[in-house]
């Protein structure tokens, strides 16, 4: 459009667009056939694209949404070509997924890898680092949990699709706490010559100086029982 085609009391063009008010009706009846069409794809991608998304069910979503705009709103477009886009990407994608029961390192390729980033206690502070994900996010998740310190957890793994997998100890020991620093000082285990790790959450008896085995770390604090 050229600049002197713009003019700001234009209310027709800036409701309508350059179609005409009756193509709302076909824009309607396009988005009805287009949106039952997508349902029944999302449906035929199986009950795992309606819990947890994988990397590449999620790539698919995202291209759904790109794949129906166009065929819904723009007159040049027939809502055909839409459907048979959708139909490839389904055949596409549970093509791939079928090729994960035949090669494991091809699923892990494109799916990604359990990652072990808690280990007895203990942050694997190198994995944390590799996966790009800090010691407050990995909190978050455990406080949503009801976990209120390091000593509760036995593991935790990160799986390929982004959730974390936590298993807690069965019998709680001394740890490093999750919760805000605030938070974290009034609930500190009385009375103990015990001190943990601020980074990874190393537990120590009797010596609260030096730096840590486990990542090198000087700062020391009261581990958390309760």
């Known amino acids: 459009m050229k600049k002197e085609e713009i003019h700001l009391d234009d209310i027709r063009r800036i409701l309508f667009g350059s179609a005409p008010p009756e193509f709302l009706i076909e824009v309607f009846i396009r988005t009805v056939i287009l949106y039952l069409f997508l349902v029944l794809i999302v449906r035929l991608l199986g009950k795992r694209t309606n819990a947890q998304l994988t990397i590449t069910e999620r790539a698919v979503f995202i291209t759904l949404g790109a794949i129906v705009a166009m065929p819904m709103q723009g007159p040049p477009t027939g809502i055909l070509i839409g459907i048979v886009i959708l139909i490839c990407i389904l055949f596409f994608q549970r093509t791939l997924t079928l090729t994960f029961f035949y090669s494991g390192k091809w699923e892990e390729l494109m ?116």
């Open 111 to 226: 799916q990604g890898r359990t990652r072990l980033i808690v280990k007895d206690s203990v942050i694997m502070v190198d994995e944390l680092k590799n996966l790009k994900i800090s010691q407050k996010l990995l909190f978050e998740e455990l406080r949503n949990e009801n976990i209120r310190h390091l000593g509760q957890v036995k593991r935790v793994y990160l799986e390929g699709c982004g959730t974390y997998s936590i298993y807690k100890n069965e019998e709680i020991v001394p740890g490093l706490s999750v919760l805000p620093n605030d938070d974290s000082k009034t609930i500190g285990e009385k009375g103990t010559e015990n001190s943990v790790c601020t980074n990874c959450g190393t537990l120590r008896h009797n010596d609260k100086s030096g730096a840590c085995l486990n990542c090198n770390n000087t700062r020391w604090t009261q581990p958390s029982k309760n």
